[in-house]
């Protein structure tokens, strides 16, 4: 459901001009990376996390801004717990979490959107490697809306000498892109944990685009974002780092790991897991051409192994490039 076009709590002149109050919730490692930056701004910052001292309700009290970087997996209960304290509908809420609820397969901004449809919904999404984030490198990101000045607003918010604030009118677009990547980024990590080399890990990451955009556009996202920040950009920087946790589990498959073990050697979430079940499931339900994340889905599930998912993808029937293509 869109959001109203009322009034919201902070406009984009005083989101430059002026110091404001955000609420920040997950203080994980991404969560700490854009509290980083808002901080460098000269904004207060209010860093939740569940695991705190400090009740939800005193951390989004007065907040202009709310973002959630939080885990997928937590996203519906801390909008439910939101719901309960009546956020103004002119608080701007922003969510940085790249995932698909198993439930409902909805995204994040679509669960937020529907419990506060007269609030302006904004995500937040890029080719963002925390790591990188906290240790100031250059980066960009995209702030997408169908609020063109709640968009603007985190432009202002977030936006340094290190780090580029884009708008997009196009919020889930940029959703997806930065989603569905996820599993694509699995799938890299074991070509390059097999040394298939550099020819098969551009064919993969080339072929997963036109794939990304084909589940994308038909669940509602533009083409052309999935080609910008928040698709392309954020799958070559996922696809291509080992900072990148969902890249570290298709590394360790590759290398007959327990998918398990692997998880706790990471001691943070890999969203890619969980979405490539999901997506699966959405490919099912829709009829959705997505022999990429297929092979992702039955490599976690452990019915195949990782040189058996590759000699599935090698052996597809011969087509044109473009029958999938844009």
Known sequence: MPSSTAAISLDPQQAQEQSADLTILGAGAWGTALASLVVKNDHTV???????????????????????????????GVVEQLKALD???????????KGLDPETTRTPSQIIQAAFPENPVVVLSGPNLSKEIEQELPAATVAASDRPEAAEVLQYLFSSDTF??????????????????NVIAIAVGVCEGLNLGSNARSALITRAIPEVIRIGTHLGGQAETFLGLSGLGDMLATC????????RVGYGLSQGKDLKQILADLGSTA??????????????REEIPAPIARQVYRLLKGTITANEAVEALMARELKPESCDLL
């Not at 009118?169 to 569905?180: C, F, N, V, Y």
């Not at 291509?240 to 890249?247: D, H, I, K, V």
């Open 271 to 284: 969203e890619g897991v969980n979405t490539t079940e999901v997506l699966v499931t959405i490919a099912n």
């Open 240 to 247: 291509t780092s080992p900072l990148s946790r969902n890249y």
């Open 87 to 97: 956020i103004p509908a002119d608080t701007i809420l922003v969510t940085a979490t």
């Open 164 to 181: 580029r604030v884009y708008s997009s009118p196009d919020p889930l677009g940029a959703e997806l892109g930065g989603t569905l990547k």
């Open 46 to 76: 209010c860093l939740w996390s569940r695991r705190g001292s400090l009740s939800l309700a005193e951390a989004v009290k007065d907040a202009h801004v709310i973002l959630s970087a939080i885990s997928m997996k937590g996203v519906s």
